[in-house]
C-alpha cells in the first residue's frame, strides 16, 4: 500500500502568514492526491483534488501543488479558522491511504 | 443539498455485534461509491472499504477485510459498517463519506456527522 509521510507532525505560525504543508508518498499516487481539513468534533472537509483543484467553496487562500511522490498543501495567509488539523489521502491504488496528518497552530 | 445521515452513539460490550448505518439523500443513491473511514480518539483518519450501491461492488483495506462487512440497501438509500464481534480497539468514530463522482478514482466529497462506538465491558 501507498504509505504517506506527512510534515511537520505540528506547525506553529502567527496569524496572517503563510504555511506549508507537505505530503509524500512511499510510491507514485500521480495527481490522485487529496487534502482535507478536520476540525475538532467534526468530520473531514475537502480542500483540494486532483493534487491541485480547490473543491467547490474553499477559499483562494488554499492551494495544493506537486504530482508523483511530493505534495504541498499552502496557505497564503492564515485565518483564525484556519488553525487546525490537515490531511493528505491518495485515491491512486488500493487500498487508499491517508497520511497522520499536521496540526496548524498558532 | 447532498445529505449523509449517519445512526446515533452506541454502547457494547467486546463480543456483541454491531450495524450501523448511512442514509443519502438529495442525489442519485445507486450511481455513487460510499465508504467508511475510522478515527480512534486523538488520531488520525484510516480508510476502512467502499460500496457501490448500485451492484454492492465493495472494496476493503487489508487492514479491515474480515473484520467488517460493507453493506447497502439501496431501496432505502442507505449503506451499513458491520462487527460479528466486537473489540475494545473498535472503539473509534466512524465516518462515512460520499465520492465527488460515480467513480472510485475520487475523494470523499460529502460526509456523514460520524458515530461514535464505544467497546467497553
Known amino acids: 500500500e501507498i504509505v504517506l509521510t506527512q510534515s511537520p507532525a505540528t506547525l506553529s505560525v502567527s496569524p496572517g502568514e503563510r504555511a506549508t504543508l507537505s505530503c509524500r508518498a512511499s510510491?507514485?499516487?500521480?495527481?490522485?492526491l487529496a487534502w482535507y481539513q478536520q476540525k475538532s468534533g467534526q468530520p473531514p472537509r475537502l480542500l483540494i483534488h486532483s493534487a491541485t483543484i480547490r473543491a467547490t467553496g474553499i477559499p483562494a487562500r488554499f492551494s495544493g501543488s506537486g504530482s508523483g511522490t511530493e505534495f504541498t498543501l499552502t496557505i497564503s495567509s492564515l485565518q483564525s479558522e484556519d488553525f487546525t488539523v490537515y490531511y493528505c489521502?491518495?485515491?491512486?491504488?488500493?487500498?487508499?491511504?491517508f497520511g497522520q496528518g499536521t496540526k496548524v497552530e498558532i | 443539498e447532498v445529505q449523509l445521515v449517519q445512526s446515533g452513539a452506541e454502547v457494547r460490550k467486546p463480543g456483541e455485534s454491531l450495524k450501523i448505518s448511512c442514509q443519502g439523500s438529495e442525489y442519485t443513491f445507486p450511481y455513487y461509491w460510499i465508504g467508511w473511514v475510522r478515527q480512534v480518539p486523538g488520531k488520525g483518519l484510516q480508510w476502512m472499504g467502499i460500496?457501490?450501491?448500485?451492484?454492492?461492488?465493495?472494496r476493503y483495506s487489508p487492514s479491515f477485510e474480515g473484520q467488517v462487512t460493507i453493506s447497502v440497501d439501496k431501496s432505502i438509500n442507505t449503506a451499513y459498517l458491520e462487527w460479528k464481534s466486537l473489540k475494545a480497539s473498535d472503539t473509534a468514530t466512524y465516518y462515512c463519506?460520499?465520492?465527488?463522482?460515480?467513480?472510485?478514482?475520487?475523494?470523499?466529497?460529502?460526509w456523514g456527522q460520524g458515530t461514535v462506538v464505544t467497546v467497553s465491558s
Open positions: 460500496i457501490y450501491p448500485s451492484d454492492s461492488d465493495t
Open positions: 510510491q507514485s499516487a500521480d495527481t490522485s
Open positions: 489521502q491518495q485515491y491512486n491504488k488500493w487500498p487508499r491511504t
Open positions: 463519506g460520499r465520492h465527488v463522482g460515480g467513480s472510485t478514482n475520487s475523494p470523499f466529497e460529502y
